[in-house]
């Protein structure tokens, strides 16, 4: 029942986690492998890279902390798998619509690729980001705490 008590601090360590997680991804693979793009792409080549650091910077803090949460979560014996995966499902998916939408689209300060056809690169990314973000939603609403209702989850583990 510890999972209950602390069912908040298990949601914050997965969405924590799973926005470092996508932001870690990001940068590695789109910014660092494939040199798609930089975080800010409207300056020099430097200046993108210092804004990659920065960016690098956040996603590990982020990352870290979702961890050492979950490392408490752990020791106190009050872990919630499910409650944490809706948690960083709803995490990563926000962040990476929050990039794909307001990023991309609002501010305009990177695109995903610079290509010709740029919009199945968006597609493609904003609904993954939209399928993480509403099954984390879904896996939160069911995994919400109930503190009078006295009954336990059966598909908790």
Do not use: C
């Amino acid at each position: 029942m510890n999972r209950f008590v602390y069912s908040n601090r298990n949601l914050w360590s997965g969405i924590l986690f799973g926005i470092g997680l996508v932001a870690f991804i990001d940068e590695t693979v789109f910014h660092q492998l494939l040199h798609w793009h930089h975080f800010y792409d409207k300056a020099t080549t430097e200046v993108g890279l210092i804004s990659d650091g920065l960016f690098h910077a956040f996603s590990w803090f982020a990352t870290i902390g979702g961890l050492f949460m979950y490392a408490d979560l752990r020791r106190r014996n009050a872990f919630w798998l499910t409650r944490w995966w809706g948690g960083l499902l709803f995490g990563a998916g926000s962040f990476q619509l929050y990039d794909g939408l307001i990023q991309h689209k609002l501010m305009g300060i990177h695109q995903i690729r610079y290509v010709e056809n740029v919009i199945l690169y968006d597609l493609v990314w904003n609904v993954l980001a939209a399928l993480m973000f509403l099954t984390g939603l879904s896996l939160m609403y069911r995994t919400r705490s109930r503190p009078f209702s006295g009954k336990a989850h059966s598909y908790e583990h």
